[in-house]
């Protein structure tokens, strides 16, 4: 990588602060508009990998040809032909779960949750077969997204059909956030689970804070 491209996806310096990352980038608030210029243009190279990170920092700073290239990124299934977020443990690619990352962000710079739901939803559809660490859970809790509750339960059962059952577990609590009498529907499910994989205690412990006292 050449130093234009890296000082254009890793470059930052606010508040006295320089380096090289490009979640730090995600996050600036002073925007050079020489820099997203440039930035619209990497959408177009033909590096995938190049494209992607540029269009990571174009949604989260709620500019529409990020979410162009999103589009055509869902729609002629990138994620299928090349690993673009491959997790440092398990290997899988997660990497709509670090696409929702820059969604979260972008709600911050102008865009709303509603605006966000129609990709919220093909995420959720996707759930019960790629992998998602932790960023979309997040999002599901910290915006408002009660009316993609049926989504959201569909996408628990999908991965539990798949046998991913912690990544089915963490949306437990999402479920009981947005309608608490999802605890008992699905609380005997994941107690039976717990010894496929003990991390499912931290998500029940999580959804049973959700309860009224």
């Known amino acids: 990588m050449n130093n234009q491209l890296h000082e254009l996806l890793y470059y930052y310096n606010e508040e006295g602060y320089e380096g090289c990352d490009l979640n730090e980038v995600q996050l600036l608030e002073k925007r050079d508009l020489d820099r997203v210029e440039k930035l619209k243009q990497l959408l177009h190279n033909e590096d995938r990998y190049v494209a992607y990170q540029a269009m990571l920092i174009l949604l989260a700073w709620s500019i529409i040809e990020g979410f162009k290239l999103l589009d055509r990124f869902i729609a002629e299934k990138w994620d299928e032909k090349e690993n673009f977020e491959p997790h440092r443990f398990h290997g899988e690619d997660n990497v709509y779960d670090v696409i929702t990352n820059a969604l979260y962000i972008a709600t911050f710079n102008g865009k709303t949750e509603h605006e966000l739901y129609p990709y919220i939803k093909q995420f959720l559809h996707r759930y019960g077969e790629r992998f998602f660490e932790s960023n979309l859970k997040d999002f599901l809790l910290?915006?408002?997204?009660?009316?993609?509750?049926?989504?959201?339960?569909q996408a628990v059962q999908n991965a539990l059909q798949n046998k991913?059952?912690?990544?089915?577990?963490?949306?437990?609590?999402?479920?009981?956030h947005y309608d608490q009498n999802l605890f008992n529907t699905y609380i005997g499910i994941f107690k039976t689970l717990i010894n496929q994989d003990n991390r499912i205690t931290y998500n029940i412990e999580e959804a049973e804070k959700s309860r009224p006292c």
């Open 142 to 153: 910290k915006k408002d997204c009660r009316p993609l509750l049926k989504e959201i339960e």
């Open 164 to 176: 991913r059952y912690y990544q089915a577990s963490q949306l437990f609590p999402v479920l009981v």
